[in-house]
């Protein structure tokens, strides 16, 4: 199963509509806050079946909860944006919230720079940010390529 995982738009989702629209393998959105209005455009966009949850820029967003828990193939996932786990400062509350929730991966957005590593046998993955990037490299977003048995990322450029 292939999805595609977003975060930290900021109005800017254009490029992200554009590239979604040349795919035909993609068969979930993801989008982990700042800005749940950009996740359903792309939503409305693509038709791609869709998960998203607020970030700390979607406040007022009340209908769309802070983080979700999901299956696919047969793993579990935390969705967050991140800032309720001050990923700014470490991965620390993160882990620990994967390991409550009995999640193999977390997600997060927040930080607006790419990371995708294990620790503590959670698997941990930030697509960068679709908008604006602090990392010093590229705006982006992640394919991730899902099954029981393996899982392949791809950063996607804008």
């Known amino acids: ?7 930290d738009t900021h109005g800017r989702c254009d490029q992200v509509i554009s590239d979604l629209l040349l795919r035909d393998d993609i068969e979930l ?9 950009d996740a359903k455009l792309i939503h409305e966009k693509t038709g791609l079946p869709m998960h998203v949850v607020r970030g700390n820029n979607d406040y007022y967003d009340e209908n769309t ?7 696919l193939e047969s793993h579990k996932i935390l969705l967050t944006h991140g800032h309720l786990e001050r990923v700014g400062w470490s991965n620390t ?7 409550e929730a009995e999640a193999d991966m977390v997600f997060y957005g927040h ?4 990371d995708y590593r294990e620790e503590e046998g959670i698997k941990i993955l930030n697509p960068g940010s679709a908008g604006y990037d602090r ?3 590229y705006e ?5 390529d899902i099954s029981k048995d393996n899982i392949e990322v791809e950063r996607i450029r804008l």
């Not at 199963?1 to 975060?7: P, R, T």
């Not at 509350?93 to 390991?99: D, E, M, Q, R, V």
């Not at 982006?140 to 991730?144: A, D, E, H, L, P």
């Open 29 to 37: 959105l993801i989008h982990l806050g700042d800005m749940v209005s």
């Open 111 to 114: 930080t607006h720079v790419y």
């Open 140 to 144: 982006s977003y992640v394919i991730m």
């Open 135 to 137: 990392g010093g490299e």
């Open 93 to 99: 509350s993160l882990i620990y919230a994967a390991k």
């Open 1 to 7: 199963m292939k999805i595609a995982i977003v975060s």
């Open 65 to 71: 909860p802070w983080k979700m828990l999901i299956r």
